[in-house]
């Protein structure tokens, strides 16, 4: 995003030091005047200290200071409090310090505090919150701020807001700047074209931007160039990605010019993306490799809510591959585990993890389609058990369908989803990826009657639920959106319209549901902007089999008799064993098998010519009764050389080794 807020900062007069040294020296003392004359209750030196500790980046030191002096004191330097809260990640106190602000502060201060505010929501997905705070900025702007900045500022929340399905009218720029040669607002223009989905276009605008960023920063420090053009390559190379051209995509990122950037971040999402485009099995070395948990911890008040969560995703995915995960990991607790679905509601990927390592079912058992039997009995086990967490019954029913999909047995699956679906109508409590699962069983294995019971029985119960809750919740508007969209390709128009007027009477904003009602379809989007921009010989000329993704077969383990009497158990395979550090490998060039090799290898230990018995074996045949002397019947060595050096040998006398 832009450099507003660094402008509205430097906007308030704040005296600046010229290295990390005086900035120190200000503080020590500053503070030392603040604590000791003036009791913490001198505004003057506490502002001091608190833009020293901003500028040296110590926030946590700052935030104490904060605590240490009175709260008339604190008030009174409300841009540099949000601040502190904000880097912090402090939200509850960030929006107590914004609500309770009082009416005479001056305007420059409250634009600062805005766009402080707006950052922290866009970066905590909070995205309609932040563009309705840069459309206040925009609206109320009397020449404060950089109309181009706040432009930028605005495209990039918005390029956030068009592939969300709350997409709505109050989310259209507002700012009609339109600079061309701002490589800024161009990438931030081609952001917005990327999520409509419009690949051509946004690869269009971020050319230009590229080209316009060389020019405009030409005679700056490489450094710099680099960091700028650094997030367009990247989108670039992901457009490449999307567009299937893995090879150009892959070059982008192997760029050495984009290795060297200085920055963690960029390094991570180049490091991510690229092994991406790779089918390594090296799982181990792609883990230590991307080192998600140190990147991760020093990110935190960088990665947006959307990157984070796809990061943590790959994070447990490759813990989970490369065995790297247990039970007992502080990733699947129950305090993470609640705070994860808090931040990220419907994804219980943690859960899933916690299911399949508490049943000890790893990724060869998943992969491999001998073993989906066994899995299958394990989970409807798990479940039919009474597990108390609703959250863990209803990730290893979702577990149990996806592992009945490969056989295409969905018997556990239907009886589990039924059950389930029955206790939450009884119960008043919808969840609408339970339902829909049921719907979709319906309709695979075509059980139309019992399909036509549960959507009587579903809008008898939407009846019932009040307005607000349905407008509130929108998994469950969309639920029932579905449910009247298949009513009518059942043609039964009578309860699909039942259907859609709950949903107007909710009274929410939406297009789709009002011309329906209305039987009105102006207000929708023509046709032709719906249809692909690619002719029709252009995808007559495509290979078929290009746009089919195979599926990662295993090899299939023959079952022996036992697996089957026994089709619960999974048995684990033996790790192959490593290699000593100390041994390695000669080139052919300088290895000699004559020499090297022994020549009597091939006999038994016993009748090589240069074995010694031990004092052991000397004593079991020193002549005791029963003892047959075999020397005869075993095969003698044809060395003569061999056994005249033996002979001269055992004339010496020598120490025990």
């Not at 990220?344 to 079912?361: C, E, H, N, S």
């Not at 294995?445 to 009587?456: A, E, G, P, R």
């Not at 079952?559 to 100390?582: G, L, R």
Request: proline letters at 3%.
């Amino acid at each position: 995003m832009s450099s507003s807020i660094p402008q509205a900062f430097k906007s308030l007069h704040i005296t600046s030091a010229e290295s990390k040294s005086d900035h120190e020296h200000i503080f020590e003392v500053s503070y030392e005047y603040l604590s000791k004359i003036k009791n913490f209750e001198d505004v003057k030196s506490f502002h001091n200290c608190i833009v020293a500790l901003i500028n040296m980046d110590k926030y946590h030191k700052a935030n104490i200071l904060l605590k240490e002096v009175p709260k008339e004191v604190s008030d009174q330097l409300p841009v540099e409090k949000i601040y502190i809260y904000y880097k912090l990640g402090l939200s509850s106190k960030l929006n107590e310090v914004y609500e309770n602000l009082s009416n005479d502060i001056n305007e420059i201060e409250l634009r600062a505090i805005k766009h402080i505010l707006a950052q922290h929501s866009y970066q905590k997905g909070d995205i309609f919150k932040a563009l309705s705070l840069y459309h206040e900025l925009i609206t109320n702007n009397q020449k404060i701020d950089n109309e181009l900045d706040l432009a930028c500022n605005e495209r990039a929340v918005i390029s956030q807001i068009t592939n969300h399905d709350k997409f709505n009218e109050t989310s259209k720029i507002l700012s009609t700047i339109t600079d061309e040669n701002s490589y800024d607002l161009l990438f931030n223009n081609s952001l917005i074209e990327l999520s409509k989905g419009n690949l051509e276009k946004s690869l269009e605008l971020l050319n230009i931007a590229t080209d316009k960023c060389t020019s405009a920063n030409i005679d700056s420090d490489p450094q710099e160039i680099l960091m700028e053009l650094a997030p367009m390559k990247l989108t670039i190379a992901y457009i490449y990605q999307l567009q299937g051209n893995i090879s150009r995509a892959k070059s982008m990122l192997d760029d050495d010019e984009l290795k060297n950037v200085n920055d963690l971040m960029i390094n991570l999402i180049i490091k991510n993306n690229y092994h991406s485009l790779n089918k390594s099995s090296e799982i181990n070395l792609i883990h230590r490799d991307l080192d998600y948990q140190y990147n991760l911890h020093h990110l935190e008040q960088k990665l947006i809510k959307s990157q984070h969560q796809t990061l943590l995703q790959n994070h447990l995915l490759l813990s989970y591959q490369s065995s790297t995960i247990s039970k007992n990991s502080s990733y699947l607790s129950n305090a993470s585990i609640e705070k994860y679905l808090k931040s990220f509601p419907g994804d219980f990927t943690p859960i899933i993890y916690k299911v399949l390592l508490a049943l000890q079912i790893d990724i060869n058992d998943l992969i491999n389609i001998d073993y989906n039997k066994a899995i299958s009995r394990k989970l409807f086990k798990y479940i039919s058990n009474k597990v108390e967490n609703d959250d863990l019954k209803i990730t290893a029913a979702f577990l149990l369908n996806s592992v009945n999909s490969k056989s295409g047995h969905y018997d556990q699956s239907i009886y589990v989803f039924e059950k389930m679906t029955n206790e939450l109508i009884n119960e008043s409590r919808l969840i609408p990826s339970v339902i829909g699962s049921l719907i979709n069983l319906y309709e695979t294995l075509n059980h139309s009657s019992k399909l036509n019971q549960l959507i009587l029985s579903l809008i008898e119960k939407f009846e019932s639920i009040p307005q607000n809750e349905i407008f509130d919740n929108f998994d469950l508007y969309n639920l029932i959106k579905v449910i009247g969209f298949k009513l009518i390709n059942l043609n039964d128009e009578e309860n699909a319209n039942k259907v859609f007027q709950i949903l107007k009477s909710t009274g929410k904003e939406d297009l789709l549901i009002d011309s329906i009602s209305s039987k009105d379809s102006s207000k929708l989007l023509p046709v032709n902007s719906l249809a692909s921009s690619t002719d029709v010989e252009t995808l007559l000329e495509t290979n078929i089999d290009s746009l089919i993704t195979k599926p990662t077969t295993s090899k299939s383990i023959p079952v022996s008799k036992t697996d089957k009497e026994k089709p619960n158990k999974i048995s684990k395979k033996t790790k192959k064993p490593k290699f000593s550090k100390h041994k390695f490998y000669k080139p052919d060039s300088e290895f000699n098998p004559e020499k090297e090799l022994d020549s009597e290898r091939w006999l038994p230990l016993k009748v090589r010519s240069y074995y010694k018995p031990s004092k052991k074996d000397k004593k079991r045949s020193g002549g005791h009764q029963g003892i047959v002397d075999n020397s005869q019947s075993q095969p003698q060595p044809q060395s003569s050389s061999a056994s005249k050096s033996n002979a001269n040998k055992k004339k010496k006398k020598k120490g025990k080794k």
